[in-house]
């Protein structure tokens, strides 16, 4: 399994090509993902293949419309998502829930799976610092509260921002 998911991450930097930054992300989020996935019952093949590819539809978005705005992105990234994970021999299941996460990663409650809450809270442990002013402990103690699904992914985020 982790061959195959270790070409997924090739495929990712392949597709990003010379977008450092957005490769950056990706592996970043998928490291927290493997992190919280040590404390947390979900199932490994699809919620790292999801953290690796969660952001795919971006460049597609910008191609089309212009625009990365998050709902444009959940639209192009299952359809490159799923090109990816075929080529590669994932089982129909894994790349049918894949892409619904995806789908749906900017939407919370949309897909109220273990799987999901992983992702969810691995691109908030990354994005976090940068979306919000975390210099105010009181305020992100209680953003923390609010945004992370899952024990593990609460946890790392006190010990990163607080
Ligand atoms: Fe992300």
Redo the contacts with the bound molecule.
């Keep these: 399994m982790q061959e195959r998911l270790d070409k997924v991450g090739n495929a990712m930097r392949d597709y990003f090509g010379d977008d450092q930054r957005r490769i950056d ?1 990706a592996l970043r ?1 998928t490291g927290f993902a493997e992190e919280i996935l040590q404390h947390e019952k979900a199932d490994r093949e699809v919620v790292i293949a999801a953290a690796l590819l ?2 795919i539809g971006i460049r597609e978005a910008e191609r089309k419309y212009g625009s990365s705005a998050g709902d444009l992105q959940e639209r192009e990234g299952p359809p490159v998502a799923r090109g990816v994970l075929t080529s590669l021999g994932f089982d129909k299941a894994v790349i049918d829930e894949v892409c619904e996460i995806i789908g749906a990663h900017h939407s919370p409650g949309e897909v109220d799976t273990d799987n999901f809450r992983v992702i969810w809270d691995a ?1 908030w442990l ?2 976090l610092g940068d979306e919000f002013d975390v210099r105010d402990h009181g305020k992100t103690r209680d953003l923390v509260r609010k945004i992370f699904q899952t024990a593990a992914g609460k946890a790392i985020a006190e010990r990163i921002y607080l």
């Design positions: 992300h989020v969660h952001d691109d990354v994005n």
